[in-house]
């Protein structure tokens, strides 16, 4: 069942992409809303099944930013003139987010004994969002640098990227700040010196070279942009080569 | 500016720094990964910081170097938020006050803090993990303190006692229901007595008694373990007295940041841009 839902979400991703790719928007939007609307239900089963969050392993999590994903396409505004554009880049990270999720595992985390401490499930929620807060930003970076231009309709493409990617700095502190919590009350300790918390000082890291790069020519916002725009490919990049070990 | 001091507070600096520590960052990651570390980064959590640099243990030579390589990396960033925010500073009170500017200075300022205040964590007070106790032992630490068990009620399952901490699932243990009952003194004083949950330890002062997971008696076999078998408990006890402003402050900084962003939302120079777009169609 979580399956057969699983692989139709994918298929009506994969169907918006097409649209949008053919330039047939009406059915784009279609597409997109029935995608999104799909998407709940596998993170409901898993919901029902495992009676926890769905965001403890990849498949789950990555299931959980498609959907923030595609609510963050259909949803905001976007930049005028370049919302068809940027959801392309959307669609795009949505479908290898789904497929990348199905080819690593298709198997729940069985629950923890602790599965229903608050800070723990809160972690757990503002990771995923705060990844799919990135690969959004990503899409307007990626954009940015293909327009190849700097005027002041691409530089709102740079500065779109700018305020998502803080926004998801934002979400992925409240995330650590949560975190902490739980590990401090649990654990007796806030910091370990272990392979979890040196990634997340990694993608922090990430994050402050980002927002760090000097200069203020057509070549620094380039850079910039792409420093700002692989942060979501980072991320997931790094998540994926974790799970291994 | 003097032409060191310009330089301790250029953004290069912050860049190629924020590399350095990037890097450094995913050496670590690879150590936390090898097998051959296993052991020095379990020692590295075991006790404070301060006390496992102390200690000669010749198998840590590396971790030790990769930390104060770490430290080394954050003091000079440290140093470059100064000169940095010293700058913007004397730009804010000289040339031109920006809100935007000036908040991103509160965030910085803020960032800077909770640095600080993590290193004094590894620094400062005291820390002891993994300390295994049955009912009715005690145990001597630092200062003259001492932990007692008077009791443990366990409700759960015992064959989860020598499970890992992700092994253990949601019908394994009651973890609402498990507890201890732990006095803590100092000379011979009790200075608190209570019951310690998993997610609620015994706090006084800046102490705290954490308690981690139940476990088997030590030096029982699978074998012995059967229902009238009371578990033992492994506990960290700590004393971090940066610990609450550091909860404080953490925060703080993030609002900041959140601020900073919608402050900045629009970019003024874009409104205007846009203000002309508009004006020519």
């Known amino acids: 069942m979580l399956s057969l839902f699983y692989y139709i979400t994918i298929t009506l991703y994969g169907l918006t992409f097409i649209f949008n790719v053919s330039g047939l928007k009406r059915y784009e939007i279609v597409s997109a809303v029935s995608a999104v609307t799909a998407n709940i239900i596998p993170l409901f089963l898993i919901f029902y099944r495992s009676g926890h969050f769905p965001g403890y392993n990849i498949y789950e999590s990555f299931l959980f930013a498609s959907f923030i994903l595609g609510c963050l396409a259909i949803f905001v505004p976007g930049v005028k003139g370049y919302t068809s554009k940027i959801r392309l880049w959307v669609w795009i990270e949505i479908l290898i987010l789904l497929i990348t999720a199905l080819l690593i595992s298709e198997e729940l985390t069985s629950t923890g004994f602790d599965y229903n401490y608050i800070y723990k499930i809160l972690f757990h929620i503002f990771r995923p969002i705060s990844m799919a807060t990135m690969l959004y930003a990503t899409a307007y970076f990626t954009q940015f640098i293909l327009e190849r231009e700097f005027n002041e309709r691409t530089s709102w493409l740079a500065h779109a990227g700018r305020n998502f990617l803080i926004l998801s700095t934002v979400l992925f502190l409240v995330s650590e700040y949560t975190g902490i919590i739980w590990c401090q009350q649990e654990f007796g300790d806030f910091w370990m010196w272990n392979q979890n918390f040196m990634q997340s000082t990694i993608i922090m890291s990430y994050l402050m070279l980002a927002f760090h790069i000097p200069g203020k020519d057509k070549r620094a916002e380039d850079f910039r942009s792409l420093i700002g725009g692989l942060s979501g490919v980072f991320v997931v990049t790094l998540t994926i080569v974790r799970s291994f070990f | ?281």
């Open chain 2, 1 to 281: 500016m003097s032409k060191i001091s310009e330089k301790l507070a250029s953004l290069h600096l912050t860049a190629w720094n924020l590399v350095a520590i990037l890097l450094w960052l995913i050496w670590g990651l690879i150590m936390a990964g090898s097998v051959a570390f296993k052991m020095g980064f379990s020692a590295m959590n075991r006790i404070l910081i301060r006390d496992w640099l102390m200690t000669p243990d010749a198998d840590s030579h590396l971790l030790k170097l990769w930390f104060i390589g770490i430290c080394l990396l954050m003091t000079l960033l440290g140093v470059n938020l100064i000169f940095c925010s010293w700058e913007k500073i004397y730009r804010i009170i000289r040339v031109k006050f920006s809100g935007p500017k000036f908040y991103m200075l509160i965030v910085h300022a803020f960032f800077g803090l909770v640095a600080l205040f993590h290193l004094g964590g590894f620094m400062l007070g005291y820390e002891q993990n993994d300390i295994s106790l049955g009912e009715g032992m005690s145990t001597k630490l630092r200062d003259g303190y001492e932990v007692k068990i008077n009791a443990i009620n366990f409700a759960g399952n015992l064959a989860i006692l020598d499970k890992s901490y992700r092994n253990i699932k949601k019908d394994d243990l009651n973890y609402k229901n498990s507890y201890a009952e732990v006095v803590l003194s100092q000379n011979g004083r009790e200075l608190r007595k209570d019951n310690i949950y998993i997610f609620m330890p015994l706090k006084y002062g800046d102490t705290r008694v954490t308690l981690k997971s139940f476990i088997s008696p030590v030096g029982a076999n699978q074998g012995q373990i059967n229902a009238t078998t009371t578990p033992w408990i492994k506990l960290t006890v700590t004393k971090n007295p940066v610990l609450s402003v550091f909860f404080v402050i953490y925060p703080l900084m993030i609002i900041g940041i959140f601020i900073h962003l919608i402050l900045t939302w629009k970019s003024p120079a874009i409104n205007r841009a846009i203000q002309e777009l508009t004006d020519s169609n």
